[in-house]
């Protein structure tokens, strides 16, 4: 049996055929493909994609609609990244904790954060049916137009980087906030 070592986000890990690690964790999974080594110029354009879609939207609001998307689609590596993008640009633990119960929860996030949120969700779950006409007027109080077409970007480009990483099955627990250029500061 051969094992190695390797540090993930909360603690150091040898894994081996087991399926635990050192610790008593389970082993990390491998992910099935580095698609972004494989399609690098579709990796290249989602990047800009990315940074185009956050222009003009406050960093924290951009944040939580990352995660909501991203609990939504089961996107550990996703929401990995952005939990700590969040808290490192400023967020609560609390809030983002809330965040997967935020109707009932409505008291910790402001009308243009619940609209936002509310709009990720119609946008995200779109087997559901379509964007309701009552979220969108919501969304439409709380934002210009300029900004709610980089919302709605924002939203789109979110989903599409956790179907990229769902599919690939990246391994969560190893970013460092602002790693790739995000809105951690």
């Not at 939207?57 to 990995?80: G, M, T, W």
């Not at 109080?141 to 979110?158: M, N, Y």
Request: hydrophobic share 40%.
């Amino acid at each position: 049996m051969t094992t190695e070592t390797k540090t993930s986000g909360t603690h150091a890990a040898t894994t081996g055929t087991t399926g635990t690690d050192a610790t008593g964790y389970a082993a990390e999974h491998t992910p099935r493909l580095a698609w972004t080594e494989h399609a690098p110029e579709v990796f290249k354009a989602m990047v800009r994609l990315d940074a185009a879609a956050r222009q003009g939207l406050d960093p924290v609001l951009l944040e939580l609609v990352k995660i909501r998307a991203s609990q939504l689609n089961h996107c550990a590596y996703c929401l990995d990244m952005h939990t700590k993008d969040a808290l490192a640009a400023g967020e609560s633990v609390e809030r983002i904790i809330q965040l997967s119960a935020w109707e009932e929860s409505r008291h910790f996030y402001t009308p243009k954060e619940l609209a936002a949120i509310e709009l990720t969700e119609a946008v995200t779950v779109l087997t559901d049916g379509f964007v309701p006409d009552e979220v969108w007027e919501k969304a439409a109080k709380e934002f210009d137009e300029r900004e709610l077409a980089q919302l709605i970007s924002a939203i789109t480009v979110i989903n599409a980087w956790n179907r990229f990483a769902v599919t690939s099955r990246l391994v969560p627990g190893h970013y460092t906030p602002g790693q790739f250029g995000g809105t951690a500061k």
